[in-house]
Every structure is written in C-alpha cells, then in structure tokens.
C-alpha cells in the first residue's frame, strides 16, 4: 500500500484560520507535503489568497468587502484569524508572494484558481518568474500544481504555464443522483483529454472506482482526491492508487494512515 502525498486543504484549516499564514505554517509542521490555498485578483492586481468571493465567513463581525472589487490595502484592514480563535487575532489575508515565501524545501504548493479572469493568469505568470520555490530534488515545474473547477481555464492555464502540472476539480454530484456514474465517467474523461490537464482532482465520493482509475492511467493522468476527512476514505482511495490526498488534518491522517499500513504489514 502506498503513502500519498498529503496535501494540507487550505493550510491545517481545523485548528488555524483557513488560507493564512499561520494555517500554512502549521501544516509544514504537520509534516503535509502540499499546501493548497484559494486564490483571487483584487481590484489594484494583487493576488490574495482567500476561499469565497467576500470575506464575510473569515470576518468575526461578518463584514462583506467583496475581494474583486477591494484594494489590497483595503482587505489588509480587516482580521480574518479571530473567527477561528482569539489567538489568531489581527491575522490578516496574505498576498500569493507572502505564502510562496513561507514554503520550506521540499514542500509544494496547490494553487486553486478562484478568480476565472484572464488578468489573473497574466499575473500569476510574473508572480512565479519573481518568486521561483526552491527547485530541490523535484523536476522543474512540479513544486506549484494549478487547480481549478472551470476545466475551460485549467486549458487557459495550462496554456500560460505549460511546464506546471494543472489538474481539473471535479466534484460528483453524488446527493441529487443526477448522474448515472459509467455516463459520467466517460464525460469526464473526454473532458479531461479536450483540455490537456496533467491529472483530476476528485472529491472523495463512492464513484471513483478502478474503472475510472485505469482509465485515467491509461491515458497517462494523475488522481488527486480531497474532501478525504476520514481514514477509511483514504484507504480506500489509496487501494485505488491515489497520488495525493486533500484534507483539513494532515497530521492526524498521516498518523491515521500509518497505522492503518503498519497493521496491514504486520498481519501479512
Ligand atoms: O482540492 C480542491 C478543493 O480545495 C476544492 O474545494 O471548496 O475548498 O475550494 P474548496
Ligand atoms: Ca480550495
């Protein structure tokens, strides 16, 4: 059985305040290979990285700037730690250069695209001429991964930056039973082929299975999972091959998986 990469889903977000530095920092000491963080342009061209399109959920006070349409000065003023603590008090949302800045050898980075202007991938490109990550052991390009749910920019994206691998999210909609699962699969792979993306980004529902597995290997894609909050989850993708595995807890699914894997060993 093989140990996936842990990706940290929007930093170690169950215990720090999601998309910040301090939730990117403790997820490198909790050992996660990935960080994978959201990201938006601001109204003055500065990529920020925050989830929605407001920061009302991240605000105590549930103050609404809409981020598009806010300078970065602007955003700076408000705090975005206190809603998950007092001792994240006076954290503010930080810039894209902030967060590559914070990345340690060794680890990398999923950069989830939320903004889906062309201005924003104009701007990424200059960000990641300036501010290259330590280009270690890993072959260049493969330190920054690029996800996005639109797979017409994941095209775009890959487009601009040839050489870094961009993968398509997709989330089956597995609670209306709207799609019948052989029927999505084939989409989903003609999907992935129209649009040149080195791999997909499942969210861990019931219809991945080795069908859809050996389809993407075939056609030489890589499968990355998230929404993976529980052990059995992951095992069960692990059984399937995953690469890389997303969740709010990467030491506590790391230690989870471990263990899962030693018991394996020992009874075999
Ligand atoms: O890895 C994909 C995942 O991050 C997408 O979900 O809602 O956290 O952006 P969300
Ligand atoms: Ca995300």
Redesign the pocket.
């Known amino acids: 059985m093989n140990n996936p990469l842990i990706v940290a ?2 930093g170690a977000s169950y215990a720090a305040p999601e998309n910040t530095i301090p939730s990117f920092k403790l997820a490198f000491k909790e050992k996660a290979d990935f960080i ?3 990201f938006w342009l601001t109204k003055d061209n500065e990529i920020v990285c925050i ?1 929605d399109p407001d920061t009302k959920r991240v605000t105590e006070e549930k103050i609404k700037v809409k981020v598009r349409s806010s300078t970065l000065s602007e955003l700076r003023k408000l705090d975005v730690g206190s809603w998950k603590g007092i001792e994240y008090k006076g954290i503010r949302i930080p810039t894209l250069q902030e967060v590559l800045q914070i990345i340690p050898e060794r680890k990398r980075i999923h950069i ?1 695209i939320k903004d889906d202007r062309e201005l924003f991938l104009k701007k990424l490109v200059e960000i990641l001429k300036q501010f290259p990550i330590p280009n270690d052991h890993l072959p260049k390009g493969h330190q920054v991964r690029i ?1 996005f749910f639109n797979p017409t920019i994941v095209q775009l994206a890959k487009k601009y930056l040839p050489e870094i691998k961009t993968y398509w999210i997709f989330g089956w909609d597995f609670s209306k039973k709207k799609c019948l699962k052989s029927l999505a699969q084939r989409r989903l792979m003609q999907t992935l082929r129209t649009i040149n993306s080195d791999g997909i980004d499942l969210n861990a529902a019931i219809y991945i299975d080795e069908k859809l597995v050996k389809s993407l290997r075939e056609n030489n894609l890589d499968f990355c999972a998230y929404d993976v909050e529980k052990v059995e989850d992951a095992i069960r993708l692990i059984n399937l091959g995953v690469n890389s595995i997303t969740t709010n807890s990467p030491f506590k699914m790391r230690e989870e998986i471990e263990s899962v894997i030693a018991r394996n060993k020992a009874i075999s």
């Open positions: 889903h929007r994978e963080g959201d989830h989830e996800i």
